[in-house]
C-alpha cells in the first residue's frame, strides 16, 4: 500500500469513527448527530466561500456560513414539544409523516424563499447592482449548504425511523465512493467526464453501483424493510431499484463539486482531512443523497 493510501485510509478510519461517535447516540438522542451537521454545515460553507473567492474575489464566506446555520432554526420552532431531545415518541409516529414533515419542509422553504430574496435585495441596495453576481453566489453556497440540513432534521423529526433512513444517506456516499475508487483505481479505462474530474472512470462508476448494491440488499432485507413491514421480495426489489438510482445520486454530487472544484482551479476545497481534503470534500455526495433519502422517505410512507 503506497504512502498516499495510507494516509487516505487512516483519515477514512478517523472520519467513520467520529461520525459512528455522534451517529449511534442518534437512535435515542437525535439533537446529538444534529450537533455534528451543524458544525460541518459552518465548516463547509466557509470552505466553499473560501474556493469561490479565488474567482470571486469579492465574494463573503462568513456571512453565508452564519446564513446557512440560522436559516434552519425556524424548523426547530415546529418540532413538538418533547421531541427535540428523545425524537418522534412512539404514540406520535402516525402524525410524523403525514403533519410533521410537512411543516418542517414548509418552514425550512419559506425561510429559504425570504434569505435569498433579501439577502440580494439588501446587497444591491447597499453596494449597488454591480454586487448581483457575488450575492448570486452566496446565495447558492447557502442553499447548496442548508438543503442537506434540512433534510436531515426533516428525516430526525418528521419521519417515523428516521435515524435508520439518516444511516442509509450517510452511508450510501461511503460505500458507493470506496467501490468506485478501488474499482476505477485498478480497472479503470474509460473516462467519465474527464472535462470535470479526471479520475472519474465508467468502470469506477460500475464498481460503485454493485457496491450499492450489495450493501442496499443487507440494508433494506435485514433492517429497513424489517422496520417498514415489507416483505422480503419487495425489500429486494426496492433495494435493487433505489441503490441504482442513490449511487448515481451519490456520483452526481460528487461529479458537481468537482465541476466547482475545477472552475476554482483548486485540488481541493480544504486541508483539514489528510488525503481527502476539506469537509466538503468528503460530505459533497452526501449533500445529494440526505435530501434524496428524505424524499424517498416521504414516498415509501406515504404509498407502502
Known sequence: MNSELQIRVRTAVMIGLVMLAFLIPGYWLPFIPLLLFFVVTYLSTLEKGRALSRRLPMLSDR?????????????????????????IPAKSVRV????IAPRLIAAYAIALVLVCFFWVLIAA????VEQLPFSVFEVFMILTSTVPLA??????YGIPDGFFWVLLAVFTPWISDTFSYFVGSYFGQQKMADKISAKKTWEGTLGGIVGTWI???LYFTLILGPKLKMST?????????????????????????SAIKRWCRIKDFGSLLPG???????????????PAVLL???????FL
Do not use: C, E
Open 63 to 87: 456571512g453565508p456560513a452564519l446564513a446557512s446555520i440560522l436559516l434552519v432554526l425556524p424548523m426547530l420552532y415546529f418540532i413538538p414539544q418533547g421531541w427535540f431531545i428523545r425524537g
Open 125 to 128: 441596495l447597499k453596494k449597488g
Open 276 to 290: 481527502h481534503g476539506g469537509l466538503t470534500d468528503r460530505f459533497d455526495s452526501m449533500s445529494w443523497t440526505m
Open 233 to 257: 421480495w419487495l425489500s429486494i426489489a426496492m433495494a435493487i431499484v433505489v441503490g441504482l438510482v442513490m449511487s448515481l445520486v451519490s456520483t452526481a454530487g460528487d461529479l458537481f463539486a
Open 96 to 99: 410524523a409523516a403525514p403533519i
Open 151 to 156: 433534510a436531515l432534521i426533516t428525516l430526525f
Open 215 to 217: 450493501f442496499y440488499l
Open 296 to 302: 424517498l422517505a416521504l414516498l415509501t410512507h406515504n
